[in-house]
């Protein structure tokens, strides 16, 4: 039991696996962090955005 314990510990061929995984998950973390922190600016400009085209819609279309 000792034997394959040990022999375990020094396998390292998961260890970049693990590693990537880590990274990943740090890196989808931060941008989940920084979309959230900017959250209500991006709100803003979609709602900005499509109120524009919404009345060049009209606009186009003869509309008032």
Do not use: C, K
């Amino acid at each position: 039991m000792l034997q394959r314990l040990h022999g375990f510990w020094d396998q390292e061929e998961g260890q970049d696996l693990i590693e990537y995984t880590l990274l990943m998950t740090f890196i989808v973390m931060a941008v989940f962090a920084l979309i959230g922190a900017g959250h209500p600016a991006v709100v803003g400009i979609w709602t900005t955005t499509n109120q524009h085209i919404s009345i060049a819609n009209m606009a186009a279309q003869g509309g008032s």
